[in-house]
C-alpha cells in the first residue's frame, strides 16, 4: 500500500506517514465506535437483565442515539479540579489510561493482513500496552487529593498488576500450541470450522481460555472485580474527583480495554476472524468464483473482519452480563482468587498443554479427521495453508 | 497502652467530643478496651476480629514497620450508609479498628411534637420513623394508646392488622435484601426486590391512598376497611411473588460470591446481642428464639392467635423446615452477616404464610374493623408501654396520659437505635469493605435511629 501511494507522492516517507495517518483514523474510528455502543449495550444490557427497558427514546424506540446525547452532556459539564489536587497530574491522568487502552487495537489484526502494525511479537506488545493503563489509574488516584480516591487507586494497581501474571501466562497457552507469537499467523492457523479453533485443541487450551476471560475481567476492572470503581464504598474510587470530559475519558478508556482483551481472546482461542464453519468458502466453490481473485479475498477478509468484530462484541458483552449479575469481591478475596486460583491453574493449563504438544505433536484433530481435514481451507488465505501443515509438523 | 506515632493533626480531626487542641490521649479515643487490630493485615474470609467486650485481657499486636492510622470518613452523604449516617473509620491501611458513628441528621422532634397534638394525630409522626414499615409503627403506636385506653379491636380489625402488618414487613425485607445487595455489587436484586415492592406499595395505595406514609391504622381500629376486590389482588400478588422469592435465594443467598461476603463477618455473639439490646433479625441471627409476635405482651400476641407460623431462628442448630429453604452454607457462622440476612429471607416466607391465613380468618369474621377513637377522647392519668415486633426489631411505644386528649409523653423506643448501637463491636477488626457489608445486615433506618 505504502509503494502504491509513494508512486503518486512520489515519496516514500510520505506516503508511508500518509498511509499510518489513515491507519490510525480507522483504528481509533471503530474503536470509538465501538466504545460509543457499548455504552448503549451496558445500558440496555443492563436493563433488560432487571426487568427495565433502558434508553427508548433519544434516537427511536431503541435509543441508538443516546451515546451522543451522553457523550454531549458529558462535553457540556463544569470542568471541576479539587482543590487539594496536583493540577497537572489530574489533568494528565486520563489521557495516560486512554492512550494505553487505545495503543493496544494498532497491533490487533482484524482479517488476515489486515493489521495497522504487524509484529512479529504481537501478542506480546498487546499485553505489555494494556499493562500501562494502571499507571493512569494510579496517576488519577494521587492527583485527586482525596483519600476516598487513593484508596481506590492503590486497590487497582494492586489487582490489575496482579492479575496481568495469570493473565500473561493463560495466554501463553495457545501461543504456544500454535508456536507463534504474530496474532496474524495464530489466526490463520484456525482456519476451517470451529473445530480448528485453538479453544477446542486440547482440554488445557480449554481450560485456559476460561481463566484468560477471568483474568481479563478482572484486569479491566470490571464486576465482579470492580472494587477500584465500587459505587456502594468508596463512591467511584479513583474516579470519584473526575467528571464531565475527563470522567468520559476514563470511561472509553475501560471500554476500549475491554474490547481489547476481548479481541485478544478472539486471536487466541476462538478462531480469529474464522466464522463456526466454512462458509466463505462453500459460498464460493458453489457459485464457481476463484479463490484467488483480490475482490473475492477482499470481500471473504471483509466477512472475516465481521466476524473477528461480532466475536469481540460478544465478549463484551458476556462481561456485561457478569457485572449486571454477580456481586463484588473483596479486595483481599481478589488477590487470594489471583494467587491462589488463577496463577497455579494458568501454570497447571501451561504446563499440560506443552505434555499435550510433546504426546500428540500433529494435533489431535487432524488425527482423528486425517490429512484432508487440513485441505478444506477458507478462501483468501494462502499463509493458512502453510501454517496448518506447519501445525500439523509440530508447531515449533 | 499508648498509640504512639499517630500524627496527630488528623486525630485532633474535629468532632464534637475532641475540642481542637486538645491532647489527645489513645484511651480517650479508643477506650481502654480496644484491640489493635490483627497482626499481618487482612487476611482472605477470616472472622472479625474476637470482641473485647468478652472480658478476654487486651492485646496489642507489635508491628515491625509503623504504619500510620488514617480517619476516614463515610457520609452523611454516603451510598451505602441506608440514610443520613456519619460513620467515621479510624483504619490502619485496609484494616478497621475502630467505627463511630455519629447520628442525628435525621432528627425531626417527633417525640417533642407528641406533646402538642392528640394521639390520633401523632399517627403520622410515626409513620415516617421507620419508613419502610409504617403499618408496623403505626400499628405499634395504636396499640400502646389502646393499651392506655383499655379498648379492645374487635376480631375482624385484628386480622386485618395482622395481614397490613406481615404485608409491610415483606416490604421492609425486601428493601433490606435488595440494598443489602447492592451495597455488595449486585445490581439486579435489587431491582427486583423493587420490583415486588412496587406490588405491594400497589396494595397499600388502594387501602389507603398513600404508597409509604399510611397513617392508616389508627387508634382503636383502621381508618376504613379494606376496598372491595383487594384480597383477591392480594392473593394474585402472593401467588406471583413465591418464584420471585427463589429467584432471589439463587442471586444472593445461595451465590457464591455473596456468601464469600457474608459469611464469617460480624460475627455477633448472643450474650453481646441481648447486652446492647439488638432484637428482630439480628437477635434471631444469632440464635436467639426471641419474637414478640409469640413472646411479648398479650395485647400484642393476641393479633397472632390461632395463626400457624414459625418464629425464625436457629434452635438446635437447625432453623424450621417448614419450607424447602437453601441450605446453610459452610463458612457461615452463627450470628454472622449472612445468618442476619438468611432470617430476613425466611420470615418473609413466613409472612407470606401468615398473610394468606389472615386473608382467609378475615374474610371468614363478622362485625366491624374497629372505629377510630375520637380526637376529643381523654387519655387517662397513666402511663402504657408495649413492645412490638417490627421488621427491624422491637419497636416500643410509651404513652403517657394526663386526663386530656394530648399526650403528656410520647417516647419511641427505636430498634434501629439499639442495633445500630452494636456497630462498632462488629466492626473492629474486619476491612474497609466489610463495613457496608455489617451495615447492611443490621438494616438499620434512619428515620428510627434519629426520630
Not at chain 2, 390520633?120 to 403505626?138: E, F, H, K, S, V
Not at chain 2, 406490588?199 to 383502621?222: H, K, M, N, P, Q
Not at chain 2, 455473596?258 to 439490646?277: H, K, S
Request: contains cysteine; proline residues 6%; glycine residues 10%.
Amino acid at each position: 500500500m505504502v509503494d502504491f501511494l509513494a508512486q503518486y507522492l512520489g515519496s516514500v516517507w510520505l506516503a508511508g506517514t500518509l498511509w499510518a495517518l489513515v491507519q490510525v483514523v480507522l483504528v481509533l474510528t471503530v474503536v470509538m465506535i465501538s466504545v460509543a455502543f457499548f455504552t448503549w449495550l451496558e445500558r440496555k444490557e443492563s436493563a433488560r437483565i432487571q426487568d427495565r427497558l433502558g434508553p427508548t427514546r433519544v434516537g427511536g424506540r431503541f435509543g441508538w442515539l443516546q451515546p451522543v446525547a451522553d457523550g454531549l452532556k458529558l462535553l457540556m459539564k463544569e470542568d471541576l479540579i479539587p482543590a487539594a489536587a496536583d493540577r497537572v497530574l489530574f489533568r494528565a491522568a486520563p489521557y495516560v489510561s486512554f492512550c494505553a487502552a487505545f495503543t493496544v487495537f494498532v497491533a490487533l489484526p482484524v482479517a488476515s493482513g489486515w493489521v495497522a502494525l504487524r509484529l512479529d511479537a504481537g501478542v506480546f506488545f498487546v499485553l505489555a500496552v494494556a499493562g500501562l493503563e494502571v499507571l493512569g489509574v494510579v496517576l488519577a488516584g494521587y492527583a485527586s487529593g482525596s483519600k476516598w480516591s487513593l484508596f481506590g487507586a492503590m486497590r487497582e494497581a494492586a489487582q490489575v498488576v496482579s492479575y496481568e501474571v495469570p493473565l500473561a501466562l493463560s495466554a501463553v497457552v495457545p501461543v504456544m500450541v500454535a508456536g507463534s507469537i504474530d496474532p496474524v499467523t495464530i489466526g490463520d492457523l484456525q482456519a476451517g470450522g470451529f473445530w480448528n479453533w485453538l479453544v477446542f485443541h486440547d482440554p488445557f487450551t480449554f481450560a485456559a481460555f476460561f481463566v484468560y476471560f477471568t483474568c481479563a475481567v478482572a484486569s479491566v476492572n470490571r464486576a465482579p472485580f470492580d472494587l477500584p470503581e465500587a459505587e456502594s464504598e468508596l463512591v467511584a474510587g479513583f474516579m470519584t474527583e473526575y467528571s464531565g470530559f475527563r470522567w468520559s475519558v476514563f470511561f472509553m478508556a475501560e471500554y476500549a480495554s475491554m474490547l481489547a482483551v476481548s479481541f485478544l481472546a478472539a486471536i487466541l482461542f476462538l478462531g480469529a476472524w474464522h466464522g463456526p464453519l466454512p462458509l466463505v468458502a462453500g459460498v464460493y466453490a458453489v457459485l464457481g468464483i476463484p479463490a484467488g481473485h483480490p475482490l473475492a479475498i477482499f470481500v471473504a477478509q471483509l466477512a472475516g473482519a465481521g466476524v473477528f468484530l461480532v466475536k469481540g462484541y460478544l465478549g463484551v458483552a458476556t462481561m456485561i452480563w457478569l457485572r449486571w449479575t454477580l456481586p463484588r469481591l473483596r479486595i483481599d478475596q481478589v488477590m487470594t482468587m489471583c494467587l491462589k486460583y488463577c496463577l497455579p491453574l494458568s501454570a497447571a493449563m501451561f504446563l499440560g498443554a506443552a505434555v499435550w504438544l510433546y504426546a500428540f505433536p500433529a494435533g489431535v484433530t487432524s488425527q482423528l479427521l486425517g490429512p484432508g481435514a487440513a485441505a478444506t481451507e477458507a478462501a483468501g488465505s494462502p499463509p493458512a495453508v502453510a501454517g496448518r501443515t506447519a501445525l500439523a509438523e509440530g508447531g515449533r | 497502652m499508648a498509640l504512639e506515632g499517630a500524627s496527630t493533626d488528623v486525630r485532633r480531626a474535629p468532632s464534637p467530643e475532641v475540642p481542637l487542641g486538645a491532647e489527645v490521649r489513645s484511651e480517650t479515643i479508643a477506650g481502654p478496651q480496644a484491640t489493635v487490630g490483627q497482626a499481618g493485615g487482612p487476611e482472605a474470609d477470616r472472622p472479625s476480629a474476637p470482641l473485647a467486650s468478652q472480658g478476654k485481657p487486651v492485646e496489642v499486636a507489635e508491628f515491625d514497620v509503623r504504619t500510620d492510622e488514617i480517619l476516614v470518613n463515610m457520609g452523611p452523604q454516603h451510598p451505602s450508609t441506608h440514610g443520613v449516617l456519619r460513620l467515621v473509620l479510624r483504619t490502619d491501611g485496609e484494616v478497621v479498628l475502630e467505627v463511630t458513628p455519629h447520628i442525628g441528621y435525621l432528627h425531626r422532634c417527633a417525640e417533642k411534637i407528641g406533646e402538642n397534638v392528640t394521639a390520633r394525630q401523632w399517627i403520622p409522626y410515626t409513620d415516617r420513623m421507620d419508613y419502610l414499615a409504617g403499618m408496623n409503627m403505626n400499628l405499634g403506636f395504636a396499640l400502646a394508646v389502646e393499651k392506655l385506653l383499655q379498648i379492645e379491636v374487635p376480631e375482624k380489625g385484628r386480622h386485618l392488622r395482622v395481614l397490613i402488618a406481615e404485608l409491610n414487613r415483606i416490604a421492609s425485607h425486601l428493601v433490606a435484601a435488595g440494598t443489602y445487595g447492592l451495597d455488595l455489587g449486585s445490581f439486579t436484586p435489587f431491582m427486583y426486590c423493587f420490583r415486588e415492592r412496587e406490588r405491594i406499595l400497589d396494595l397499600f395505595e388502594l387501602v389507603c391512598g398513600a404508597r409509604l406514609t399510611y397513617s392508616y391504622i389508627t387508634v382503636g381500629g383502621v381508618t376504613a376497611d379494606l376496598p372491595p376486590g383487594w384480597l383477591q389482588k392480594c392473593e394474585s400478588f402472593l401467588d406471583q411473588f413465591e418464584p420471585v422469592i427463589d429467584e432471589l435465594h439463587v442471586l444472593l443467598t445461595s451465590q457464591a460470591v455473596f456468601i464469600r461476603r457474608t459469611a464469617g463477618i460480624g460475627i455477633l455473639p448472643a450474650e453481646t446481642a441481648i447486652q446492647y439490646g439488638c432484637s428482630g433479625p439480628v437477635l434471631r441471627g444469632s440464635g436467639v428464639n426471641w419474637d414478640l409476635r409469640r413472646d411479648g405482651e398479650p395485647i400484642y400476641t393476641r393479633m397472632y392467635e390461632g395463626y400457624r407460623w414459625e418464629v425464625i431462628a436457629q434452635t438446635d442448630g437447625r432453623y424450621p423446615q417448614d419450607h424447602p429453604y437453601p441450605p446453610v452454607p459452610k463458612g457461615a457462622v452463627l450470628g454472622d452477616s449472612w445468618h442476619r440476612f438468611y432470617v430476613r429471607m425466611l420470615e418473609v416466607v413466613q409472612s407470606v404464610g401468615l398473610v394468606r391465613q389472615a386473608i382467609e380468618k378475615y374474610s371468614r369474621a363478622r362485625g366491624p374493623v374497629g372505629e377510630p377513637i375520637k380526637q376529643s377522647q381523654k387519655l387517662p392519668k397513666a402511663e402504657a408501654y408495649l413492645e412490638t415486633e417490627a421488621p427491624k426489631g422491637q419497636m416500643g411505644f410509651l404513652v403517657v396520659g394526663d386526663g386530656t386528649p394530648v399526650p403528656r409523653r410520647c417516647r419511641a423506643r427505636s430498634s434501629s437505635f439499639c442495633n445500630l448501637s452494636v456497630l462498632s463491636e462488629l466492626c473492629r477488626g474486619c476491612l474497609v469493605a466489610d463495613v457496608p457489608a455489617i451495615l447492611g445486615s443490621l438494616d438499620i433506618v434512619l428515620g428510627e435511629v434519629d426520630r
